[in-house]
């Protein structure tokens, strides 16, 4: 396998401006397949993550909620990773494709495959295309209410990147999408929704709100330029309030959700363990929070994926919580 030559400005040639440097696409992969995978943001992972843990989040939850974790469920913990590195790729190919236009005004993003000609619009498509049927195929292994909610996650899917154009909360329309596996794992655990998952969910929402409020504080001045809408944009200098409210929502949401999970029986010991999980949440959103400058790219980026570590923190505690 040929390794990618660095141009002389120290970047490997077609790499895009905010992937991990040193990534695996850029340095390992086959120069055939660095386009497409950078089309589906395989050399930036974290969007994989946000995308991940709310599903793993649902499932931990629903095995709290009647102790009774199944070999089944270790398959629905492998299939919510595959379906949600797909599907983020379908997601983020789709994404490229509505935003091809505005792609290459904005310097963060002119990079990116389509509007820098590193693959063309039909080859997006038919990509596209490809990674969502596998991720059907995955979606097909689960309970028919866990298949049709994954059938329905397709509609915020669809109209997130046009929200942008006519709301100045698009925000909210990705965390409906990114959230969505809430929902899914714990139909998928249990056989049918109930209150908890959804109070999650909103709980889910909440946060995509914070990190991805201070993801757009990158763009805000090209944003403006071309009358793109964000959140970032909305707040301005009064992002630092808004940051705290959606972390008070996010904490008291998802304890609510763990206190309506947690099967009645359950130790005292087992709640509270479940608990630590928003609570450290919280602390580790708050240090982001002290961390924030609006005009610091590299740390805005920076903070933006420290969030993976965030999410991780609820889901060890409710784990830890079916141990005790």
């Not at 991990?20 to 395989?42: I, Q």
């Not at 599907?87 to 389509?114: H, K, Q, Y």
């Not at 139909?187 to 757009?216: E, K, M, N, Q, R």
């Not at 790219?297 to 784990?319: E, S």
């Amino acid at each position: 396998m040929q390794r990618a030559t660095p141009t002389p400005d120290g970047n490997v040639q077609g790499q895009v401006a905010d992937a991990v440097k040193g990534n695996w696409v850029d340095t390992l992969a086959p120069a055939a397949a660095r386009p497409y995978l950078r089309l589906s943001r395989a050399d930036r992972p974290i969007g994989t993550w946000l995308l991940l843990l709310p599903c793993w989040w649902g499932l931990a939850l629903a095995m709290l909620s009647d102790r009774s974790p199944r070999w089944q469920d270790l398959w629905i913990f492998v299939g919510c990773a595959l379906g949600a590195w797909l599907m983020r790729g379908a997601g983020c190919t789709w994404n490229d494709i509505t935003d091809r236009d505005f792609d290459g005004s904005v310097e963060r993003t002119r990079s990116r495959p389509l509007p820098s000609g590193q693959v063309s619009l039909k080859q997006a498509i038919a990509y596209m295309g490809a990674q969502a049927l596998v991720a059907l195929a995955i979606l097909l292994t689960f309970n028919p209410a866990a298949i049709a909610l994954g059938v329905l996650s397709l509609l915020p899917v669809a109209v997130y990147p046009f929200a942008k154009r006519f709301t100045w909360w698009p925000q909210v329309f990705l965390g409906l999408a990114f959230n969505w596996g809430a929902l899914l794992a714990w139909t998928a655990h249990t056989g049918s929704l109930g209150w908890p998952p959804l109070v999650l969910y909103v709980a889910g929402i909440s946060w995509t709100l914070f990190y991805d409020t201070i993801y757009a504080h990158q763009d805000t001045e090209d944003d403006a330029l071309i009358g793109i809408k964000s959140t970032a944009r909305l707040f301005g200098d009064d992002t630092p309030r808004w940051l705290r409210r959606f972390l008070v929502i996010t904490v008291l949401l998802m304890a609510i959700a763990v206190i309506g999970a947690v099967e009645p029986r359950a130790s005292v010991l087992s709640l509270i363990v479940a608990l630590a999980g928003p609570w450290f949440m919280g602390w580790h959103m708050r240090w982001q929070l002290r961390q924030f400058d609006p005009e610091d790219n590299p740390t805005l980026l920076r903070l933006f994926r420290v969030n993976r570590d965030t999410g991780l923190i609820p889901l060890i505690c409710f784990l830890a919580a079916l141990l005790v």
